[in-house]
């Protein structure tokens, strides 16, 4: 049952951190939406856009921040998993940390949606 609950949370976690993408987007006023295959927003499919490097960081960062301190620690205090949480929040912005150091020495700052 406890393996079950952690799946369930780890999806809340994913969802919730895409959220966080979603509203760094929506700042910058840059048009956003739900992808239908997931429940995931992102920028429209086969869409690039241009955004300067604090822009790009930021929406890169956006994830890990939100879905931290709007899911993990409140589950860490409240059901004690934030081993398991944290980990999982970690490991699912390497991406994200990753696409932020290359921000740096871009020239030009290009999202694609994938």
């Given at each position: 049952m406890k393996f079950i609950f952690l799946v369930f949370m780890v999806?809340?976690?994913v969802i919730i951190h895409e959220?966080?993408?979603?509203l760094?987007?929506?700042?910058y006023k840059i048009p956003a939406h739900f992808?239908?295959?997931?429940?995931?927003?992102?920028?429209?499919?086969?869409?690039?856009?241009?955004v300067t490097k604090t822009q790009g960081m930021v929406i890169a960062l956006s994830g890990?921040?939100?879905?931290?301190?709007?899911f993990v620690l409140p589950s860490a205090?409240?059901?004690h998993l934030w081993?398991?949480?944290?980990?999982?929040?970690?490991?699912?912005?390497?991406?994200?940390?990753?696409?932020?150091?290359?921000?740096?020495f871009s020239k030009k700052v290009?999202?694609?949606?994938t």
């Open positions: 999806l809340i976690l959220f966080g993408h979603f760094a987007y929506k700042i992808r239908k295959s997931l429940l995931a927003p992102g920028i429209s499919p086969n869409e690039t856009i241009i890990f921040v939100f879905s931290t301190v709007i205090l409240i059901y081993k398991a949480l944290l980990v999982g929040s970690v490991a699912g912005s390497i991406a994200d940390y990753l696409w932020a150091v290359s921000m740096i290009r999202i694609q949606s």
